[in-house]
């Protein structure tokens, strides 16, 4: 059984930080490219970051010089660290794998002005 557990989701202002977490288990985690993605309300779910088995790392455009993905393999974990908040950042977070069609059960960020 493959389960993805998001965490460190919250209300922050204009500007400000958070850093989401994602805890995975019942997956051979060191082999898959790990992804961010977010669903704001009446939207199609987006991609925020990816990070493949090795390290190499893709931003959406509006991620870019603002959020950093990482990912600790000993672990089998996958971040977010967000930083310069925008309202538009506002959504729910998923981590998982869209090779496999699998992803957590998501962690709301808030981001008001």
């Known amino acids: 059984q493959v389960l993805f557990v998001e965490s460190g989701g919250g209300s922050v202002q204009v500007g400000g930080s958070l850093r989401l977490s994602c805890a995975a288990s019942?997956?051979?985690?060191?082999?898959?490219?790990m992804g961010w993605y977010r669903q704001a309300p009446g939207k199609q779910r987006e991609l925020v970051a990816q990070?493949?088995?090795?390290?190499?790392?893709i931003y959406a455009d509006s991620a870019k010089g603002r959020f950093t993905i990482s990912r600790d393999n000993a672990k089998n974990t996958v971040d977010l660290q967000m930083n310069s908040l925008k309202p538009e950042d506002t959504a729910v977070y998923y981590c998982?794998?869209?090779?496999?069609?699998?992803w957590g059960q998501g962690t709301q960020v808030t981001v008001s002005s």
């Open positions: 019942g997956i051979a985690f060191s082999i898959y490219t």
């Open positions: 990070v493949t088995s090795v390290g190499r790392t």
């Open positions: 998982g794998v869209a090779l496999i069609n699998t």
